[in-house]
């Protein structure tokens, strides 16, 4: 009985063989209990035989008897025990196996779930992988159970039975812990995903709302204004806006990154489409912002230069037309004199030649202002445009006016002069025209400008028509003297010959050439008309055809949608193919146009030929791109439906195969059969995972780029086909476990092991066949798919392994202890362990392959970042921006393209390590094994050859470029040095002398000049060409500079070719004038030393003999004819004499004057010594007895004297003309008084002969004696008549002179003293004075004007009887003076006008000064009685005050313009008034906008800085004069006072209650936190620093001391704290001990406590801040616990710890704390302006952080802004650069505490809520100090303009306003003041910093128009 025990006293732990093991136990106990009757019955027994028996017997039967009952006990109690305990493991092992299944079979299905849950996508995965969380949690009591039941079942039954049970528990345990820890992974993962989702999806909704805030601004920007210093301030916006669009697309970039990455990781059954779409919406307005913005920013950075050119050039026109149409208008009307007329035709020839000159000016002005219209707004480009027609109507006026007084002058020329001048007049015109048609500007490529050139050639052959009478005149009056002259041989003759035939060609060259011109033009014309329309047109459609082949649709996945996108396309190719014909028809007339326009437009035309090339190859290549894709996507689609096709099909058969298997068999060759058809059944569907994977693979590809409809049509389809597939392996997986249980309950276990044996050996080959290949992540895929099959087919096998380790144990526990058992013990633990081997080998080889596909993941991803990479640099590369074509712009472009290159060159290493490790995985790889991987390395060499190739051409295109630039530059500059010293030449040039050897001497070094000239005129050349190939292919903003460059520099060529023409001219000229008047002079000269030489030898030769006499007196009569012939020729020398010496500059009138006087001498002397001849010839024959001859002679000379002393003859004129002719007279009386002698002879000879001769002689004698003194006597009387008209003559000339001379110097001084009058007076008394003057001098004009008409009286009087030579100076005095005296006359009116409309304004000024001098005396009054209220305790009550005093202050600022107005009025201008001759009259004439926009210009102009080294004066306040209105400035200045101090005492009032206030609630364990930390954070030492308060060492510190040192050591505390302080230390003795107030900072429970994680934020803040070096410490202000905010916006943002490094929250990220410092302290922010600092913002009242358009802002905006932020904060001014400062950097005196950024002050609320009230409390004028002095003037406009540009998501820091309260430091360094000048102009609320508005302002420059156009108003009355 007691071996039948012991056989249970191990019990079983398998059901089945513990309820027999129970049963057996219960009959057994039942068995041992039926004996205890029997063992009772013997124990009876053998007592009774013990008393029977005695000694040894008995104590044998005793012993025998406690044996037997002890062992019976035992047996019985051992039984019991056992059944026990089998009772009590039944329930537990029946519980222990019923959790065991139910886990076994929840993990068995959850482990087949796993694959499909991998393959879903991320929603359904979350809602899965829920669903098992929950699973999880309903089954974790279950294993509980079975950890806690089965160690008891171990300790009920130990050994195998327990080892089995643990097996069981473990791996239960293992299992549950691994579907556990997937769960959790992959819920981790889904979690990760769903964040990164999110975060991406919050980024890219982010920056979509920027980007498209950015868009809203960029499209509502203000206009581009036509002002330079406006759009200066809007580039310097956009370029700020710019910058944060660049970096925001680097975030971008990088959120793009993500995306996709993020797109990558997820599952292909992911819906991805709102992802993807919003990506793409992303790009699309990232992209259209970008080129929005770069499309403004490059059309600002054109406008500027544009608009300064334009209105420079404006300027310089506008002040040279205002010098010729002053010259113009000053021009005389033509004189009949030929001499006048030719020095009139000269200045006109002048003034031409200076229109000629500045053509190029205003083609320049055209040029820039139809360019800046484009670029501007409306409004503005009809400003420009209006300045365009008034500068061009000016200009053609005064061209207009100068041609039509030049053929007026010819035309006079023509009547006036001889034929001589005629001739030369014409050949001089003629000259003129015919250098001007071979000298016309080459004919232009634009039609406007060649209409310009056809109205230009149009006016040259109206000019030749006009000159075509005259020409012909000169022309018969030509061949009429050479007719008349007779001999040809006359060197005049020829003269005229040669110069008609000159005149003739000229003439017909004239002709043929405008003629052929003007055919020129209307060809170039019609070609030009032809080619742009062309030209626009084929630009239009090929536009239209490249947005339609860049908007088309992504291809399509269905292949009947892409095939309608190819029918699309293909008639996109249709259109492309009829368009072109059109290009190329296009091309052809461009060069035509070419051929037929000048060289200078050659460039531009064919630029645009270029253009429409490169367009037209870029849609062609779109158009091959597009085709190429469809043809892809063609293959894939058919690809993707084929296979999908086929899997559709094999599922079919599959399926309905698998349905046909029929039911389990009931015996053991059904179900081997079933599994051996099952086996070849799923061999036959297993390679079909390969297809289902790349059926996955080519639908995630297809859908990555198509819309979410195409999309659902791949996924519907594919999760169909996804589902089926694991429905089936699902299938497969379920029969084969059911068909291993079939064939285990038929007790075929070792038939079911042996098949599991085989199906073992088979997986362990398939996976030795699986061998990753390396760096191709598709092939690895692949494998990873087969070796998927081969997971799911273990995990299918693992509840037939479990299941046949539960029949063995089982076999084995039946046959426990035989061989049988032991033999099934080996199979069980050779089973287990190929299990375990198989699994480990699986999960190797998954390892293995997962670490190869991430490893070529890894690699493919640097292969596609590489690509992706150079593709970026591609496209940087391949972008063929213009180079740059200034030097510095050419170099910054090579050294930014340095960079790309540098980032080429660094990556290099990079790259061929890839290629190099891709070799590698090649050569590791089967071959033929990756393709894909093959393909990539080929594609990554070629794109990095390509690049690589790429870039260095563009670095030589670039370095070609910077050369090229810098050549021309410096090529420019050496043209320009030389220009200047040309002109400097030509400048100092000698005026041409009209001496012969000195012009010989000018014309030789002018010929040097030119020479050097024409060897520079190819240089000009170069730099023409060299110029206008920069000029179409350089950058835009360049091309400006050079154009304007080449513009002056071709300008002042021909200036300085033209000076030298004309100089060759004028030499010419004066070579001939000099040549003409010695070779006369000289000839003359001659044949007077000649003749009298021969009269000197004649009167010696003189004779008595009749005859001899006779033939003598003959002679002498051929030589006075002779000399009489001669006399033209001497009046001609004088006269050309005269004349030179008139055109001869003054060093020449000495030898010219010598030479006319030389001459006139040797005439003087041979004319006396001829009439001394003939009278001693006339006395010889007289003497020789020829009577009757001498008697002749006599008288014929008395009747041609007689004849010249005709007493109608006119005498007056001007005094020179009647001078000339008394001169004259006084002559022939000299002569008649030499004759008188001779008379005197002839009568005595005849008184002798009456004696001797007959009386009918005596008779004759006597008649003609009678004769003889009868014409002797009329001579006589005549000759003294002559005499007295000469001399009334002279005497009314002599008072004509005088008085036209008096009323010429009176007319000069009236009009300097109308013309300068001086500015108008202050007062109205000074006025009144200037009015009685001004009446006083028209009364005096009133009397000057009856000697005027006297004056003209006797003007024409003489002119009425007045000598012809003298009529033009006679005729030219009446005209000036009569002009003169009407422009006098209406500039008197004028100023008689101004100043009554003055003292009208005067008086009304008066008015308003008095009202406000009457306000400010109640103000005064009012203040002064406030003033000496006492203020009350109460802060509403303060409020309320502060309200009402704030109304007051506006009520002021108000007033601040009527006081400006007063004394601005009364204030001098700087400068005179200064009237143009001629200005007012012509005024009304001239478009309205000339005057205003050369007041602009000029305005603009003078605003600006002259550029020289001489340092500017200071500007001094002006003085003012007027007591009334010194007395309303001071007047202003002390109300002013007075309210600021009122509003002082009423600030301070509050803050001091404000602090009361806050004391209430001090908390001294605060405080001390606070100092502790500041202290910490300067790094010093609390007892150092109390040691140096502590001056006589005796360890304490008075109250004042102690508090006084802390205040100056800058800890953010205020006065009432530190008393609260000082009065717990003190213990009223008034001192404080120093190791007291220590101990109690540093309690020893301090250092023990850990600091907390916001004290170590705090703590970290503190350290931070406390490196700022500027003047005024960045601040920081704690809100809460982790909020802060931070710099001048008070930003309010989180604080966080993460891994121990302090980060602060910045748009949808983190960035670390000293990053972040780095970007917004200033300090930190080494080279960065003021504008790229995000905290220089403060933001206008009801302003949000947002994009605002572009608005200039008035003002009063800007004051307000600043005044919310109390007095406290800085205000930023112009742009500056701010260095890098340190502590040491920092100014004496200016260094800002430690603190200043700690924490706020208490005044910061009130400061705050003082502001709100409404306007600031300073106007928006400039201001004085109260002791008077200048202070500068706010600008129109804030510096930094609140909403001018979005804020940065990546650390702007723009914010509500809020304010550090902490005081500045009280000094300021000079260089900060100097640097922001408008700290001095914004206004504060109390503090010494408040400034006075005043009566006065100092004019300053300001940087910015406002909309009002106010400051360029103070600018105008300031100048």
């Given at each position: 009985m007691e071996s039948r025990l012991n056989r249970y006293r191990v019990l079983s732990v398998f059901v089945d063989k513990l309820q027999e093991q129970l049963d057996e136990l219960t009959d057994l106990t039942e068995e041992i209990a039926d004996h205890q009757k029997q063992v009772y019955d013997l124990s009876t027994s053998g007592y009774e035989l013990m008393k029977h028996v005695t000694g040894d017997d008995a104590i044998a039967v005793k012993e025998k008897l406690d044996t037997l009952q002890h062992r019976f006990n035992d047996l019985t109690v051992k039984a019991a025990d056992i059944l026990q305990r089998a009772q009590a493991a039944l329930p537990l092992v029946r519980q222990f196996y019923a959790s065991h299944n139910r886990l076994g079979d929840w993990m068995l299905q959850v482990e087949s779930q796993f694959p499909s849950i991998e393959a879903s996508g991320l929603g359904l995965q979350e809602r899965e992988i829920q669903k098992l969380e929950a699973e999880i949690q309903e089954h974790r009591p279950v294993l509980d159970n079975i950890n806690l039941v089965g160690p008891q079942l171990c300790q009920i039954s130990p050994g195998e039975g327990a080892s089995t049970i643990e097996n069981l528990v473990s791996r239960d345990n293992r299992r549950f812990d691994a579907i556990c820890e997937q769960v959790q992974r992959k819920a981790e993962r889904i979690h990760l995903s769903k964040q990164r989702n999110l975060e991406v999806l919050g980024?890219?909704?982010?920056?979509?709302?920027?980007?498209?805030?950015a868009e809203k601004q960029l499209a509502e920007a203000e206009p581009i204004s036509s002002d330079a210093d406006h759009i200066r301030m809007l580039l310097k916006e956009q370029r700020a806006l710019n910058d944060d669009i660049n970096s925001q697309k680097g975030r971008v970039r990088d959120v793009l990154s993500s995306a996709k990455k993020l797109m990558r990781d997820r599952s292909a059954n992911d819906d991805l489409s709102v992802l993807r779409e919003k990506v793409e919406d992303l790009k699309d307005t990232m992209e259209t912002v970008c080129q929005l913005s770069a499309d403004r920013l490059n059309a600002l950075e054109q406008a500027l230069p544009l608009a300064e050119h334009f209105y420079d050039t404006h300027l310089d026109l506008v002040q040279w037309m205002d010098e010729v149409e002053a010259a113009a208008t000053e021009l005389d009307a033509p004189v009949v004199n030929a001499h006048q007329i030719k020095k009139q035709q000269e200045k006109n020839k002048i003034l031409i030649q200076s229109m000629n000159e500045h053509k190029p000016l205003l083609d320049k002005l055209n040029k820039t202002g139809n360019t800046l219209i484009r670029l501007c707004g409306e409004d503005e480009g009809v400003k420009v445009q209006e300045i365009m027609d008034a500068d061009n109507a000016r200009f053609a006026a005064v061209r207009d006016v100068l041609r039509e007084r030049q053929n007026v002058l010819e035309e006079a020329l023509q009547a006036s002069s001889q034929f001589s001048d005629k001739l030369d007049g014409m050949l001089n015109a003629l000259s003129n025209t015919a250098d001007q048609v071979n000298n016309a500007e080459p004919i232009s490529a634009h039609p406007e400008k060649i209409q310009e050139q056809i109205i230009e050639n149009n006016s040259i052959i109206e000019d030749l028509d006009k000159r075509s009478p005259a020409f012909e005149a000169v022309k018969k009056a030509a061949k009429e003297v050479i007719n008349k002259a007779g001999d040809s041989r006359d060197q005049a003759v020829k003269d005229i010959k040669q110069k008609l035939d000159k005149l003739n060609d000229l003439w017909d060259s004239i002709q043929k050439a405008t003629k052929n011109r003007e055919r020129s033009l209307e060809d170039a014309l019609a070609m030009a008309e032809k080619f742009w329309n062309e030209l626009n047109g084929v630009m239009t459609a090929l536009k239209d055809l490249q947005d339609s082949l860049n908007s088309q649709e992504p291809p399509a996945v269905e292949p009947s949608a892409i095939q309608q996108q190819q029918e699309v396309l293909q008639e996109l190719k249709q259109e492309i193919d009829q368009t072109k014909p059109e290009v190329d028809h296009c091309r052809k007339t461009g060069q035509n146009l070419m051929q037929l326009c000048g060289e200078p437009d050659k460039p531009e035309v064919k630029k645009h030929i270029e253009d429409l090339d490169n367009v037209w190859e870029n849609?062609?290549?779109?158009?091959?791109?597009?085709?190429?894709?469809?043809?892809?996507?063609?293959e894939k689609a058919m690809a993707f439906h084929d296979t999908l096709q086929n899997l559709l099909e094999f599922l079919d058969t599959a399926e309905e195969t698998f349905a046909n298997l029929g039911p389990l068999g009931s015996d053991i060759d059904t179900v081997k059969g079933q599994i051996k058809q099952l086996k070849d059944f799923k061999s036959e569907v297993d390679p079909h995972m390969v297809e289902i994977e790349a059926l996955n693979r080519q639908a995630q590809e297809l859908t990555e780029n198509t819309s979410p409809d195409q999309a659902m049509a791949i996924k519907e389809p594919?999760?169909?086909?996804?589902?089926?597939?694991?429905d089936l392996l699902k299938g497969i997986v379920d029969r084969q476990r059911q068909l291993e249980h079939a064939l285990l309950k038929l007790g075929q276990f070792q038939h079911a092991l042996n098949e599991l044996f085989v199906w073992m050996s088979k997986t362990e080959k398939t996976l030795d066949d699986l061998k990753p290949v390396f760096g191709d992540p598709q092939v690895i895929e692949v494998e990873l798919a087969k070796l998927k099959v081969v997971v799911n087919d273990i995990h299918a096998h693992q509840s037939s392994v479990d299941t046949l380790n539960d029949a063995g144990r089982q076999l084995i526990e039946q046959d426990k202890g035989s061989e049988d058992a032991s033999a099934m013990q080996k199979k069980l633990n050779q089973l287990n362990s190929r299990w375990g081997d198989l699994q480990k080998k699986a999960k190797d080889r998954q390892k293995e392959l997962e670490d190869a596909l991430k490893e070529a993941q890894a690699f493919n991803q640097d292969i596609q970042d590489l690509l992706l990479w150079l593709g970026d640099v591609d496209g940087l590369l391949s972008t063929s921006k213009p180079v740059g074509g200034l030097p510095e712009t050419a170099r910054e472009q090579l050294q930014r393209f340095m960079e790309i290159y540098d980032e080429l060159d660094s990556n290099r290493h990079k790259v061929e390590s890839v290629l190099q490790q891709g070799t590698d995985y090649l050569k590791r790889s089967n071959e033929g094994a990756a393709k894909n991987l093959q393909h990539n390395l080929k594609a990554l060499r070629q794109k990095w050859d390509s690049v690589l190739n790429r870039a260095n051409d563009k670095k030589i295109k670039l370095e070609i470029a910077l050369r090229e630039a810098t050549e021309f530059h410096e090529a420019l500059q050496a043209f320009v040095e030389w220009l200047t010293n040309s002109e400097k030449y030509l400048a100092n040039l000698k005026p041409v002398s009209r001496v012969l050897s000195t012009i010989q001497e000018q014309i030789e070094e002018h010929k040097n000049f030119q020479k050097d000239i024409g060897t520079h005129r190819e240089t000009m050349l170069n730099l023409d060409k060299k110029g206008t190939h920069l000029k179409y292919f350089s950058q835009k903003q360049d091309v400006i500079l050079i154009k304007n460059l080449l513009i002056s520099v071709q300008h002042r060529w021909e200036r300085v070719v033209s000076k030298s023409a004309e100089r060759t001219r004028q030499l010419d000229y004066g070579f001939k004038e000099a040549k003409e008047f010695n070779d006369a002079w000289t000839d003359l000269c001659k044949w007077l030393d000649t003749s009298e030489k021969m009269l000197d030898d004649m009167i010696a030769q003189v004779g008595n003999e009749p005859s001899k006499i006779k033939q003598m007196l003959a002679r002498h009569k051929e030589f006075q004819r002779t000399l009489a012939g001669k006399q033209p020729t001497y009046d001609a020398t004088m006269k050309a004499g005269r004349i030179v010496r008139e055109k001869a500059p003054k060093m020449d009138h000495p030898a010219i004057q010598d030479m006319l006087?030389?001459?006139k001498n040797k005439w003087n002397s041979v004319c006396s010594k001829s009439v001394d001849r003939q009278r001693k010839l006339e006395e010889a024959l007289l003497f020789s007895g020829q009577f009757k001859d001498a008697m002749q002679a006599l008288l014929d000379w008395l009747d041609k004297v007689k004849k010249d002393l005709n007493e109608n003859q006119p005498v007056h004129g001007d005094l020179d003309t009647v001078n000339s002719l008394v001169e004259k007279h006084k002559t022939f009386t000299e002569e008649l008084n030499n004759r008188k002698n001779n008379m005197e002879s002839v009568k005595k000879t005849a008184t002798d002969l009456m004696k001797s001769a007959s009386k009918d002689d005596a008779a004759n004698i006597e008649a003609q004696i009678s004769e003889l003194t009868d014409k002797w006597n009329e001579v006589s009387r005549l000759t003294d008549l002559k005499r007295r008209r000469l001399e009334e003559a002279l005497r009314q000339a002599e008072e004509l002179h005088k008085a036209v001379h008096l009323l010429l110097e009176w007319l000069s001084d009236v009009e300097m003293k109308l013309r300068f009058a001086g500015p108008l007076p202050e007062g109205e008394e000074a006025t009144l004075n200037q009015i009685d003057e001004h009446r006083r001098f028209m009364r005096e004009m009133a009397e000057k004007e009856r000697d005027k008409d006297s004056t003209i009286a006797l003007a024409q009087e003489i002119l009425k009887k007045c000598h012809p030579d003298a009529m033009p100076v006679i005729k030219h005095w009446i005209t000036i003076i009569q002009s003169r005296w009407e422009e006098v006359t209406i500039w008197a009116k004028q100023r008689q006008q101004r100043l009554e409309d003055h003292l009208k304004a005067l008086r009304e000024l008066s008015a308003l000064l008095d009202e406000l001098m009457a306000y400010l005396i109640r103000t005064e009054k009012t203040l002064l009685r406030l003033e000496q209220e006492p203020l009350p305790d109460n802060i509403p009550v303060i409020e309320q005050l502060i309200q009402e005093h704030q109304e007051l202050m506006d009520d002021l600022s108000s007033r601040q313009k009527d006081v400006e107005k007063v004394t601005k009025a009364k204030r001098p201008p700087p400068t005179q008034e200064k009237t143009v001759k001629g200005k007012d009259v012509r005024e009304g004439a001239k478009s309205p906008h000339g005057a205003s926009a050369r007041t602009r210009t000029l305005d603009?102009?003078?605003?600006?800085?002259?550029?020289?080294?001489?340092?500017?004066?200071?500007?001094?306040?002006?003085?003012?004069?007027?007591?009334?209105?010194?007395?309303?400035?001071?007047?202003?200045?002390?109300?002013?006072?007075?309210?600021?101090?009122?509003?002082?005492?009423?600030?301070?009032k509050l803050k001091h209650l404000q602090e009361v206030e806050k004391m209430r609630n001090f908390s001294w364990d605060e405080w001390r936190k606070r100092f502790l930390r500041f202290m910490k954070n300067k790094k010093s030492r609390i007892m150092d620093f109390f040691r140096k308060m502590d001056k006589d060492n005796d360890g304490k510190l008075t109250r004042e001391e102690f508090i006084t040192g802390i205040l100056k050591s800058g800890f953010p505390t205020s006065r009432l704290e530190l008393n609260a302080v000082a009065d717990m230390f003190d213990h009223?003795?008034?001192?404080?001990?120093i190791k007291e107030f220590v101990d109690a900072l540093r309690p020893e429970r301090e250092s023990s406590r850990p600091m907390t994680e916001a004290e170590v934020i705090e703590d970290e803040v503190q350290k931070q801040v406390m490196l700022c070096t500027c003047p005024t410490r960045f601040k920081v202000k704690q809100v809460g616990e982790g909020k802060y905010r931070f710099g001048e916006?008070?930003?309010?943002?989180l604080v966080r710890i993460l891994r121990s490094t302090v980060m602060v929250r910045v748009g949808g990220g983190w960035v670390a704390l000293d990053e972040f410092l780095v970007k917004n302290d200033p300090c930190r922010a080494k080279g960065r302006t003021n504008l790229e600092l995000r905290e220089q913002f403060i933001l206008a009242t009801g302003v949000s952080q947002s994009i605002m358009p572009f608005k200039s802002k008035s003002p009063n905006s800007s004051q307000s802004s600043h005044s919310r932020s109390g007095g406290s904060l800085p205000t930023t001014g112009p742009i500056t650069k701010i260095r890098e400062k340190s502590v040491r950097s920092a100014p004496m005196g200016g260094r800002s505490t430690p603190d200043s950024s700690a924490h706020s002050h208490p005044s910061d609320d009130s400061s705050q809520r003082f502001s709100k009230s409404g306007k600031s409390s300073v106007g928006s004028s400039s201001l004085l100090s109260p002791l008077g002095s200048s202070l500068p003037r706010p600008n129109s406009r804030p510096s930094s303009r609140p909403g001018s540009r979005p804020p940065s998501?990546?650390?702007?820091?723009?914010?509500?306003?809020?304010?550090?309260?902490?005081?500045?430091?009280?000094r300021r360094s000079t260089s900060n003041l100097q640097r922001n000048p408008s700290n001095a102009s914004q206004s504060s609320i109390g503090g010494s910093s408040s400034k006075i508005p005043t009566s006065r302002r100092t004019p300053t420059k300001s940087s910015t128009p406002t909309a009002n156009g106010k400051v360029k108003g103070d600018t105008k009355r300031f100048k």
């Open positions: 980024d890219i909704d982010e920056l979509l709302d920027w980007f498209r805030d849609i062609t290549a779109l158009y091959a791109k597009r085709e190429e894709n469809l043809i892809n996507a063609m594919l999760a169909d086909v996804n589902h089926r597939w694991d006087n030389e001459l603009r102009i003078s605003a600006r800085t002259p550029k020289t080294s001489t340092p500017a004066k200071a500007a001094t306040q002006p003085v003012t004069k007027n007591p009334r209105i010194k007395e309303l400035s001071d007047k202003w200045r002390s109300v002013w006072l007075l309210a600021l101090e009122r509003q002082r005492r009423l600030q301070d009223g003795d008034g001192f404080i001990d916006s008070q930003k309010l943002r998501r990546a650390g702007s820091n723009l914010s509500l306003d809020s304010v550090d309260g902490v005081p500045p430091s009280p």
